[in-house]
């Protein structure tokens, strides 16, 4: 199994550039999420998804920020406009309740720099 | 609101010993915790988890205790290896949050010295 793929590992951008980040789930997750790690807040949870629908996304910091999940193997993340504060790692990750463990699988990450 | 709360950033312990993380939460409704252990340049992994009905897990030199009594949870790694120094998480889920949400702490960066 490939595990969570995020793309692309490492952004950087200009204030006011729009940004997005990709993530592929493990095939048979239905939930993904987005996390936000800063070394202020540490790991923040964004947004997740439950067979592609959005349930919680009370944790995105504000209208710039959106997410979508078209089919069961992708999500968007996208920023717009980027700003300097944005800075930070975004991880994506993938669960399943089945066998009862609430266990989620993060990717590598995506290391983005606003400028 | 910090929910669940890792007070030491960093941790430093000789091989061979015992290393112990700590972890409190504040919320009494938190009924599954987790620990993630976290390298440079990656994502965390999912490490050791206990459920809100035992007070011990145990699996290899990895061992979690939970005393809900005092909302706190500690890590302990017997005996600690070189391969041991990352970033460990502690994470809560339940309530009305909800099973799948996860709320992590501030994290702990474990080394170990040869």
């Known amino acids: 199994d490939a595990g969570v793929i995020q793309s692309p590992r490492h952004e950087v951008t200009e204030m006011g550039q729009e940004v997005t980040l990709r993530c592929k789930p493990i095939?048979?997750?239905?939930?993904l999420f987005w996390y936000r790690q800063t070394m202020m807040r540490g790991l923040e949870l964004l947004i997740y998804?439950?067979?592609?629908?959005?349930?919680?996304d009370s944790g995105m910091p504000e209208d710039r920020f959106s997410a979508k999940m078209p089919n069961a193997s992708f999500s968007t993340l996208k920023i717009q406009p980027s700003e300097p504060r944005d800075s930070a790692v975004y991880f994506c990750?993938?669960?399943?309740?089945?066998?009862?463990?609430?266990?989620?699988?993060f990717g590598p990450g995506t290391r983005l720099t606003v400028l | 609101d910090q929910q669940v709360k890792q007070n030491s950033p960093s941790l430093s312990v000789q091989e061979g010993r015992i290393s112990i993380l700590n972890c409190d939460y504040t919320?009494?409704?938190?009924?599954?915790f987790l620990w993630y252990k976290k390298y440079p340049a990656e994502g965390p992994t999912f490490l050791i988890s206990i459920s809100s009905i035992k007070d011990k897990n145990e699996d290899g030199r990895f061992t979690v205790f939970l005393n809900k009594s005092a909302k706190h949870l500690s890590l302990h790694i017997v005996p600690s290896q070189p391969g041991d120094s990352a970033v460990y998480f502690c994470a809560a889920s339940g309530g009305r949050q909800g099973a799948q949400k996860l709320v992590f702490g501030q994290g702990t960066r474990l080394t170990i010295n040869p």
């Open positions: 095939s048979g997750h239905d939930y």
């Open positions: 919320n009494s409704m938190f009924d599954y």
């Open positions: 998804f439950n067979n592609n629908v959005p349930i919680d």
């Open positions: 990750a993938s669960s399943t309740l089945a066998g009862g463990l609430n266990e989620q699988f």
